[in-house]
């Protein structure tokens, strides 16, 4: 089949808004706070609740489609042909639980393997992000510009922070040759701030879900997306991402893969 | 003389949006930006002015105060005695190049070198925090509880990148042992996230004018402000600070002081 992706997009943006209302909502409320994998890796009752909800929009809307989503209420997959939907219900739970701030929710939508959208929620401020390959990048419903093609030196670069502590794959070093790190503890926020041309790029260990969403929409704004090695994100496992302007990608692969 | 931290708060915030008005115009215009003490030590046009600004005002309504202030126009001092007023008129300036956003501007007065009132301004958001020992906390109007005393293991902590990057004094593994390092290019923004309670700590190496207005502030939110050595703060001289709850504070010195 074949999205007519401005209609996904009025889809998922009042898919979000309703999120970010049910998600306000429950901040008012007791927060039921669990550990996954290890002490830093959280999960709420309200991601759960958001994936519910996201998953039950998507089925009745896209049927056919298969859904992969952060908190294990949604369908397993194993390929990518076909419509799928990448779904975290709450990016950045840390975030969430620490400082009701700075954390997302995201959708991201890939046909066969391809970039079809990505939408990212900054739930405390009301913002929207979208795009995709046939859909011109928004705030709202700003338009933003193409990213600006600026060399490492001349930006900012968030990074994960054990890699930027460890100096792993000379993230630390890398940091250190551009204007400077941030590191905001949510994909989400980064992606964004990539689009919004406040960043050149973002290094890290990320989940299918995390990647997804920010990578449909700054591939059609002028940013590359790979792996250390160059070669494209398999969006069926975790793995290590670089997200930056062309001039910066490039140079950020230089000095992962030496010595 | 006795300050009167009421009017001096009508005062600050007066000043303060004036500032806020003044740059919102100025960042409508072409921006000029040199560097300092190194590529990554920026000043605009737009510091320069709001400098200019802040200090006409400070000195028409206490003529008797010493201003320290980040951009040179300011009066030198070598005394802490009197009242002294500390700015910084664009604090973030690497962020407010690149990202228009993420930058504060900041006000830090002192009586014989002891915190009488603080404020931070984040100029997009239009967030003022201000407070002091006789001033309790408050975001805008709305008053701010205390700072529970977590431990380093349940709370963000804000770091410096080089520190992180390079285990400077242990950083990178003391942010390892918290619940995540985050870094925002900002001692203001830094100072805004441990008042609101969603930091609890804040290690970097400050100027008189990046510590003094968050540390009138947080000091009287139950927050402990030191040098890695539990040294008071020196407001002379630029150096090492550990803003934190106790408990993170004493876990952060302890392991600063290891080997």
Redesign the interface.
């Known amino acids: 089949m074949t999205v007519d992706v401005y209609a996904l997009h009025a889809q998922v943006s009042a898919w979000l808004r309703a999120s970010r209302k049910n998600i306000l909502k429950l901040m008012a409320e007791p927060l039921y706070v669990a550990t996954k994998s290890n002490?830093?890796d959280l999960v709420t009752n309200v991601d759960k609740q958001n994936q519910v909800f996201l998953t039950n929009q998507i089925k009745a809307a896209y049927p056919e489609a298969h859904i992969e989503g952060e908190e294990g209420t949604a369908d397993k997959i194993d390929r990518l042909d076909g419509l799928v939907f990448f779904v975290d219900p709450i990016d950045g739970t840390?975030?969430f639980v620490?400082?009701?701030?700075h954390f997302a929710v995201m959708i991201g939508v890939y046909q066969d393997g391809k970039p079809v959208y990505g939408a990212l929620m900054n739930v405390m401020r009301n913002e929207i992000i979208a795009g995709g390959p046939a859909l011109p990048a928004r705030l709202n419903d700003a338009l933003l510009p193409a990213v600006p093609d600026l060399d490492l030196?001349d930006?900012?670069l968030g990074?994960n922070?054990?890699m930027?502590?460890?100096?792993r794959l000379h993230v630390?070093?890398i940091?250190?040759a551009s204007?400077?790190?941030?590191?905001?503890?949510s994909a989400g926020m980064e992606f964004m701030?990539i689009a919004?041309g406040?960043?050149i790029g973002y290094i890290s260990y990320l989940k299918p879900w995390d990647v997804a969403p920010g990578m449909a929409i700054v591939s059609g704004m002028g940013v590359v997306v790979t792996r250390p090695d160059g070669q494209a994100i398999d969006l069926l496992q975790p793995g290590l991402v670089v997200a930056a302007t062309p001039k910066a990608h490039a140079e950020i692969l230089k000095q992962m893969q030496a010595d």
């Open positions: 002490r830093n840390m975030n620490k400082q009701q701030a030196a930006g900012l990074v922070g054990p930027h502590a460890k100096n630390g070093d940091a250190m204007s400077g790190a941030r590191m905001s503890g701030e919004l406040h960043q």
